[in-house]
């Protein structure tokens, strides 16, 4: 059973940084792609980045320029680099990982921005 394990979380005033970390139970070269998935109160979970196996990355329209996903794949883990954050960033962010179309989930790590 594959886990994803977030951390980096946590309370960030506006036009500050975090880096996120989710780290795999086992190696993540063989994950189709994985991502970082956001989900605000009384909101949907929204994508925010992901990144394939070969390390194309997309990005939500509200993240980019701000946001940098990447992934070690020696160390199993992707972060999430988030930078000059805003308010509207406040949400829990999940960790995904996509593997022969089934996808896996972290339990979430919360980050809130202060205004």
């Known amino acids: 059973q594959v886990q994803l394990v977030e951390s980096g979380g946590g309370l960030v005033q506006a036009g500050g940084s975090l880096r996120l970390s989710c780290a795999a139970s086992e190696s993540i070269f063989g994950f189709n792609a994985m991502g970082w998935y956001r989900q605000a109160p009384g909101k949907q979970r929204e994508v925010v980045a992901t990144?394939?196996?070969?390390?194309?990355?997309n990005y939500a329209d509200s993240v980019k320029g701000r946001f940098a996903i990447s992934r070690d794949n020696a160390k199993n883990t992707v972060y999430l680099q988030m930078s000059s954050l805003r308010p509207e960033d406040t949400a829990i962010y999940y960790c995904?990982?996509?593997?022969?179309?089934?996808?896996?989930w972290g339990q979430g790590t919360q980050v809130t921005v202060s205004s």
């Open positions: 995904n990982g996509l593997k022969n179309y089934h996808n896996y």
């Open positions: 990144i394939t196996s070969g390390g194309y990355t």
